[in-house]
Antibody, heavy 115, light 112 residues
Framework: QVQLQESGPGLVKPSETLSLTCTVS????????WTWIRQPAGKGLEWIGR???????DYNSSLKSRLTMSVDTSKNQFSLRLRSVTAADTAVYYC?????????WGQGMPVIVSS | DIVMTQSPLSLPVTPGEPASVSCRSS???????????LHWYLQKPGQSPQLLIY???YRASGVPDRFSGSGSGTDFTLKISRVEAEDVGNYYC?????????FGGGTKVDIK
């Protein structure tokens, strides 16, 4: 079955860069679209960005200037880099893959931005 | 960006009774291919979200048939024909017609 696992530091200092990686098993990133979602504690879901198998990449308008997403199909991993973080970036970060919709979700990676 | 608005914010339900959640988009989600690019997700307490309904009305694999999605254009509804205790959680709609994709604010369903 398809499984996703987020990894990375759970604590990031303000103004630094948040870096997360998602490792996928049971599905190839050559055939699935991949997406990052985040959720601040007690709040709703926020779509961060996605990349499609067709090569299209879309970013959340409010994060676009600080965001880089990339994929390594040889390792079946995709990554997120968010620069110049603040406390407002504290959230659980989910990696997700799917065809038409967000079909398979990781368990979520809590990230705290604090000095 | 397309704005997604859900209602109600909170929905107390009685087991065995029906329930419905509404989702409205600021632009039509009807694609030229004839599909509405509107999906529904359920996040049960302490869990990752899961896909319930895709393209407006298609149940995802393994989703019980008491869940149904309807609507077109800018107005959509998720219905639960008979609520069960395991259906509690936060329900979200999401538009996938054009990037950036956007979620509704969520509807919290709990048992009365």
């Amino acid at each position: 079955q398809v499984q996703l696992q987020e990894s990375g530091p759970g604590l990031v200092k303000p103004s630094e860069t948040l870096s997360l990686t998602c490792t996928v098993s049971g599905a190839s990133l050559r055939t699935y679209n991949w997406t990052w979602i985040r959720q601040p504690a007690g709040k709703g879901l926020e779509w961060i960005g996605r990349s499609s198998t067709g090569g299209t990449t879309d970013y959340n308008s409010s994060l676009k200037s600080r965001l880089t997403m990339s994929v390594d199909t040889s390792k079946n991993q995709f990554s997120l880099r968010l620069r110049s973080v603040t406390a407002a970036d504290t959230a659980v970060y989910y990696c997700v893959v799917g065809y038409v919709a967000l079909d398979y979700w990781g368990q979520g990676m809590p990230v705290i931005v604090s000095s | 960006d397309i704005v997604m608005t859900q209602s109600p914010l909170s929905l107390p339900v009685t087991p065995g009774e029906p329930a419905s959640v509404s989702c409205r988009s600021s632009q039509s989600l009807l694609h030229s291919d004839g599909y509405n690019y509107l999906h529904w997700y359920l996040q049960k307490p302490g869990q990752s979200p899961q896909l319930l309904i895709y393209l407006g009305s298609y149940r995802a694999s393994g989703v019980p048939d008491r869940f149904s999605g309807s609507g077109s254009g800018t107005d959509f509804t998720l219905k639960i024909s008979r609520v069960e205790a395991e259906d509690v959680g936060n329900y979200y709609c999401m538009q996938a017609l054009q990037g950036p994709y956007t979620f509704g604010g969520g509807t919290k369903v709990d048992i009365k």
